[in-house]
């Protein structure tokens, strides 16, 4: 599949996660709504309210099965407002559904709602995860059973108003020259529903070996992490957010540090871009989304797969977004 296709255009999916689960492929999208909130940098016109789950056993030309509401904003006993963008694990007979939400005092954490099925319905925890904050989870299983959650988006996400994992009294940027605030990582304890240590930054350097600075806006990390393993590399892949790219860097753990290496998708219709990578049935896929079938508006995203390639030296072919 070497054209991007839309997955469900006539309703407003965004922020694909896909995992294989049974050999069956899931997506957890984010579900877009037309709140009528006007559009501003903090985010506030992605008002979202409850997730679905789709399914599939031919990601190419198979029927995407959607599982219907599997999480709703109003069960959630800490909820505010902006479910955004979430991720799922299984570990030992559960699924883990990790999320973005707002509390009542509209600060972003990480929740988490489980279920016995991939497909749900799940039930969120009565408190977010200890120590979460930002947005954008997404976890990782290594190869010796580990988990890992990555998260962390600036501007309307917060991770400006960390540093060292503590709420500073003016959450800003970092000047042009020093360096870019890191996503975040953390390895998951056995219960699934805690940091098994403080999360640690996740550093991406330069082919120099120096970390990206916080100017460099066409490199450097803003939000929609995602990690992958593909022949004997780890590859951390993000978002750049006011430049619109999604990215990647290359490295051999999967706390890092990470070489940037390049381009994945160039700027979509839509100011975000945001991704997952996934491996079914021997072929690797990138799912995304854009606004093309909203016609632009920018809250109303269509999520989209591709094949994705790769290079004999593990570098990825860079696909066009428009
Ligand atoms: O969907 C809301 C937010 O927009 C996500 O959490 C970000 O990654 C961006 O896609």
Known sequence: MKTPKYLVPDLFMADPSAHVFNGRLYIYPSHDVDAGIPENDNGDHFDMRDYHVYSTDDIENGTLVDHGVVLDVKSIPWSGRQLWDSDVAYQDGKYYLYFSLKDRNDVFHLGVAVSENPEGPFTALDNPMKGSYSIDPCVFKDKDGANYIYFGGLWGGQLQRYRDNKAIECGQEPTDNEPALCPKVARLDT????????????????????????????????????????????????????THYLCYAMGDSPYGPFTYKGVILTPVVGWTTHHSICEFKGKWYLFHHDSVPSGGRTWLRSMKVVELDYNEDGTIQTIEGK
């Open 191 to 242: 219960s699934m529903i805690e940091f098994a240590g403080e999360p640690r930054d996740l550093v991406i350097l330069d082919e120099q070996g120096q970390p990206l600075k916080a100017g460099d806006h066409d490199r450097r990390f803003f939000e929609a992490s995602w990690m992958h393993y593909y022949n004997g590399k780890y590859y951390f892949s993000y978002s750049t957010g006011n």
